[in-house]
């Protein structure tokens, strides 16, 4: 009867609380960097809100047409070009959202001012978009060609027209003024005499 009691005795002592966890099976080295892998992915994927401007507007992105896009491009054109692609100019739509306008409405009073709308719709600008027409024919009034952006429907060979990109940004910048950047100040700890 002793070597029984000592018997159930050592049962419920490897079976309770004190018991030192077991190591975990051993996986292969394949294995563990694909589970770590996948968690990293899920950590550094944006949210669906963030980025649905730019989603829409270029499908491959990040890729590297989009350093290419902006490497052949002066601070000044790469500032606009940025602020075309994202949405965030100094445009009514955008002025409004952010509430530093009243009102979202192009000056031609026919439509909310957005990119869209500031480079191929409004009436204002008709006369000046002459350098964008000349870039194609066929793709005249498509944001994401002249922004340098890939649709769904260009195919896995495709690269960004830098001539549209090009002739958008001048458009932009230099034809109506509109999205002039605004002179970079002095700072204030260095005075001029």
Avoid at 157 to 172: G, L
Wanted: net charge positive.
């Amino acid at each position: 009867m002793d070597l029984q009691r000592q018997a159930k005795a050592e049962a419920r002592k490897s079976t309770g609380t004190e018991r030192l966890l077991e190591k975990q099976p051993f996986h292969a080295k394949s294995t563990t960097i694909r589970l770590a892998l996948a968690v990293r992915k899920r950590e550094w994927t944006l949210p669906e809100e963030v980025g649905k401007y730019s989603k829409a507007l270029d499908i491959a992105l990040p890729g590297k047409h989009t350093r290419n896009l902006y490497d052949g491009l002066n601070r000044k054109e790469a500032k606009t070009l940025a602020q075309l692609r994202t949405g965030m100019t100094r445009l009514n739509s955008y002025l409004n959202r952010i509430g530093a306008a009243h009102l979202n409405l192009c000056v031609c009073g026919q439509a909310s001012e957005t990119v869209e709308h500031f480079l191929f719709r409004c009436t204002k600008w008709t006369a000046m978009r002459e350098g964008m027409n000349q870039c194609t024919e066929s793709k005249r009034g498509n944001l994401s060609f002249f922004l340098g952006g890939k649709t769904r429907s260009d195919s896995d060979q495709w690269q960004p027209d830098m001539k549209a990109v090009h002739a958008a940004i001048k458009f932009a910048i230099t034809t109506t003024g509109r999205l002039k950047p605004e002179p970079d100040s002095e700072p204030e700890s260095q005075s001029t005499q």
